[in-house]
C-alpha cells in the first residue's frame, strides 16, 4: 500500500518511504504551508529515520529554505522548538508502529497541520522544484527547552519522595523522562532500554510487556513506571497498584489539575467527564479520532473566546494544551510528560498515592486493543455492513444485548441499554482494526474488548 496521510501524518512502509517520494511530499508542503523561512527537522530512533531526516533536509535546503537539523528528539519537543522559533517542522517517525514502517509529521509556525493544510499538501505533489539558491544547513537542540518547560513550571519537589520506574525501550524520550524526574526530586529508574527499535503502543500494550511490570515494581521498590510510544507524543504511566492508567483519564485528571474549562476530546474517550460534580468542566466538545479534529475543536473554542481555558486529549493519552496556566505556555501538539507530571504532582501535593486519586474518579472503565494485518478497506466494509443492516449488528452484539444509542462519528460506536459500550474502527494509518470499550468495571471493559476482537479476527479470517 502507497504511503497516505493518516491522522497522524504520512505513514507507509520504509520499502515505499523513498527519496523521491520524501522530497515530493517535503516540496509540497513547503509551497503550500507557512513556514517562517526555516524548517526544524527531528527524528525518533527507528533505523530508517535518519537516512529519511537527511532526504528531507535535502528537501528543504534544495527550496532554498534553512533546515534546522534537531537531530533524535520527541515530537512535542520539536514542536516546542519550531513554535518558539517561528518556523516549521518536519517529524520523522513512525510513532508507535513497528519498524518497518515510518513516516512524516508536518507543523506550520503555529503547530500541527491541520485537514485543510492535508489537502492542500496533497494538491500540491508532483510540482517541480523551485530553481533557488539552496538553504543553509544548522543544528539546534530542542531538548533543552522542552526540559526546561516542566522543570520550570513544577519545581524540584513535585516529585519528591517517588521512586519511579523508566521503561526506556527505543523512546527517543528515554533519557528526557530521567533528567525531568529527577529535576523535580524524585528518583529515576532506568529499566529495559533497547538498542533494537520497539514498537510500543501505549494504547494497547502488549500483554507480554505488561507481565514485566510486576517483576520491576518488586526488583526496584517502584511507586510509579512511566514510558511513551517511539516518537514521545504518548505517554504510559502505571500507578502504585501496578495498574496502566488509561490514557483519556490521565487526560481528564490532568485537565482538572490545570484548572481547564473547555474540554475538546475524541468520541472514543471516557466519558466519566460527564459525571455531575466530579469535575469542573463547563463544555466538552466531542469529536473525530486525531490530533487534527482536536486542534480544530480547541481552535473553534479559542475563535469564540481567546481568553477560553482549553485543552485537548485523546484516549491514547497525548494531551495539548490551549491556554497559559502558571509557567506553562501553550502547547496545541501531542504532549507525553504534562499528563504523566500533572497527576503525579496533583496526587503528591494531595498527600496520596496516585492510586487513591484514581480510585475517587467516577466509576467508568475503558479498555483498548487492536487486531493487526487487517487491511482497512476490510474494516471498513465490515462497519458499513453493521452500520446500515441493523439485524446484523444485533447478531453481532447479541452477547451484549440490545443497543440504546448508535454513533457513527468515527468508526461504529454502540451503547447497549446496560451501559456498555463498544467501538469500532479501523487505524487511519495502519492496517489494524480497533476495538474500544466502556463499562462500569474494569473487568467488563477488557472482557468486551477481548470478545469483541476475537469475533472480528473469527469473522474477518473466514
Known amino acids: 500500500m502507497a504511503p497516505k496521510f493518516g491522522t497522524s501524518g504520512l505513514r507507509g512502509l520504509v520499502v515505499d518511504l523513498t527519496e523521491p517520494l520524501v522530497h515530493d511530499y517535503v516540496t509540497a508542503f513547503l509551497s503550500a504551508c507557512p513556514h517562517g523561512g526555516a524548517v526544524h527537522v527531528g527524528r525518533d530512533l527507528r533505523p530508517s529515520s535518519p537516512q529519511i531526516a537527511g532526504w528531507v533536509i535535502d528537501a528543504i535546503r ?7 537539523d534537531c537531530g533524535a528528539v520527541p515530537t512535542p519537543a520539536l514542536a516546542l522548538s519550531s513554535l518558539n522559533a517561528g518556523a516549521a517542522a518536519v517529524m520523522v517517525t513512525g510513532s508507535h508502529i513497528p519498524a518497518d514502517r515510518n513516516g512524516l509529521k508536518f507543523y506550520v509556525p503555529t503547530g500541527e497541520i491541520s485537514k485543510d493544510d492535508e489537502t492542500r499538501i496533497n494538491g500540491a505533489l508532483g510540482q517541480p522544484a523551485a530553481d533557488t539558491a539552496q538553504g543553509s544547513l544548522t543544528q539546534a537542540d530542542a531538548r533543552a527547552a522542552y526540559v526546561a518547560r516542566y522543570t520550570d513550571a513544577y519545581g524540584t519537589e513535585a516529585l519528591s519522595g517517588l521512586r519511579v520506574g523508566v521503561y526506556q525501550h527505543s523512546s527517543v524520550a528515554r533519557d528526557i523522562m530521567m533528567d525531568v524526574v529527577q529535576a523535580l526530586g524524585g528518583t529515576a529508574i532506568a529499566i529495559a532500554r533497547s538498542d533494537t527499535f520497539i514498537p510500543v503502543d501505549t494504547e494497547a500494550l502488549d500483554p507480554d510487556t505488561k507481565k ?29 497498584a501496578q495498574r496502566v492508567v488509561p490514557g483519556d483519564v490521565l487526560g481528564a485528571v490532568t485537565a482538572r489539575a ?18 455531575a460534580g466530579a469535575f469542573d468542566f463547563a463544555q466538552i466538545t466531542r469529536t473525530k479520532i486525531g490530533s487534527p479534529f482536536v486542534i480544530a475543536a480547541m481552535e473553534n473554542a479559542l475563535h469564540a473566546d481567546s481568553a477560553a481555558r482549553v485543552v485537548g486529549y485523546e484516549a491514547n493519552g497525548g494531551f495539548l494544551l490551549g491556554f497559559s496556566t502558571g509557567k506553562l505556555a501553550p502547547l496545541m501538539t501531542r504532549d507525553c510528560l504534562l499528563p504523566i507530571l500533572a497527576p503525579l504532582a496533583a496526587a503528591r501535593a494531595a498527600g496520596q498515592p496516585l492510586s487513591a486519586l484514581l480510585d475517587a474518579l467516577p466509576p467508568r472503565f475503558t479498555a483498548a486493543d487492536r487486531i493487526q494485518g487487517i487491511a482497512t478497506e ?56 480497533r476495538c474500544y470499550a466502556e463499562a462500569g468495571s474494569r473487568d467488563t471493559a477488557t472482557a468486551l474488548v477481548d470478545t469483541y476482537l476475537g469475533k472480528l479476527g473469527a469473522t474477518l479470517s473466514a
Open 212 to 240: 514485566l511490570f510486576a517483576g520491576w515494581f518488586a526488583e526496584h521498590d517502584l511507586h510509579v513506571l512511566i514510558s511513551t510510544d517511539g516518537d514521545a507524543d504518548r505517554p504510559m504511566l502505571v500507578d502504585d
Open 378 to 433: 476490510t474494516s471498513k466494509a465490515f462497519i458499513a455492513n453493521l452500520t446500515d443492516d441493523a439485524a446484523a449488528r444485533a447478531t453481532f452484539f447479541a452477547a451484549t444485548g440490545p443497543e440504546s444509542a448508535l454513533d457513527t462519528t468515527d468508526g461504529l460506536r454502540v451503547t447497549f441499554e446496560n451501559g456498555d459500550v463498544v467501538h469500532l474502527r479501523p487505524s487511519g494509518n495502519a492496517p489494524e482494526f
Open 62 to 68: 534544495a527550496a532554498g529554505l534553512d533546515a534546522v
Open 258 to 275: 490545570l484548572g481547564a474549562k473547555v474540554i475538546c476530546t475524541p468520541v472514543s474517550s471516557n466519558t466519566m467527564i460527564d459525571a
